[in-house]
């Protein structure tokens, strides 16, 4: 491994270290665990079909023991509830109530102190930096490290490179349209894998 890998994977382990420490000052203030919070803010934000027990706990990296617990804990604070999936009724949903949609609104402030770092770079150097998380997350998802990836790398519609625009280089055949460097997403909500290569 070269000096520069080892740089690099210190410099992710810092970053997983304040990502940990906001998680869990937020967590000490809403008296929930980190799983409970990243539960409710992954609730608030994606589409119900993505909302099941089992997805939750491949999203976490945790079995689904610990995952359910997590869910449960939720549900008796009155924060979510479970009901029957549209799609097939054996399987079960997530579904934030009313007071728990209050509470991951006040919960989105958790990164604040990360925006307000960011603000400092420009767009090219941030640009730059997505660049590489994604190349990253790709490789780790190929390599069965992480397993799930929505992120463009990964997407049967992406067309990397397809334009000679250097603004707008890539395109997306679902919508159309050419994608920047900054327009890759990281959690879309209309990816679709591509097979494995
Ligand atoms: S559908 Fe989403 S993930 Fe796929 S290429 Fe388009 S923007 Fe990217």
């Given amino acids: 491994m070269s000096d520069l890998d080892t740089k690099i994977i210190a410099a992710l382990e810092r970053l997983a ?7 869990w000052e937020e967590a000490t203030a809403s008296r929930l665990s980190p799983i409970q919070i990243q539960t409710l803010l992954y609730l608030n934000s994606h589409a119900e079909d993505l909302c099941r027990v089992g997805q939750l706990a491949q999203e976490f990296g945790l079995t689904s023991a610990t995952m ?21 009724r054996r399987a079960q949903r997530l579904r934030l ?18 925006h307000a770092s960011l603000a400092h770079f420009s767009p090219e150097e941030k640009a730059q930096a997505l660049k590489f998380l994604l190349k990253l997350i790709e490789s780790l998802y190929r390599a069965e ?19 000679r625009d250097p603004r707008a280089p890539h395109h997306c055949a679902l ?9 890759l997403r990281v959690d879309c909500p209309e990816h679709e894998l591509v097979a494995k290569g």
Avoid: Y
């Avoid at 804990?73 to 479970?82: D, H, I, P, V």
């Avoid at 109530?97 to 990360?114: C, E, I, N, P, V």
């Fill in 97 to 114: 109530t009313a007071q728990g949609r209050r509470f991951s609104a006040k919960l989105s402030h958790w990164a604040d102190a990360l």
């Fill in 17 to 23: 270290h304040v990502l940990r420490t906001l998680l």
């Fill in 68 to 88: 359910s617990d997590a869910v449960t804990t939720l549900e008796a604070k009155g924060l979510l509830q479970r009901e029957p999936s549209p799609n097939d």
């Fill in 175 to 183: 919508m159309d349209k050419p994608l920047a460097e900054s327009d």
């Fill in 145 to 163: 490290i992480i397993t799930v990836a929505r992120i463009c790398l990964t997407c049967r519609f992406f067309r990397a490179n397809l334009h």
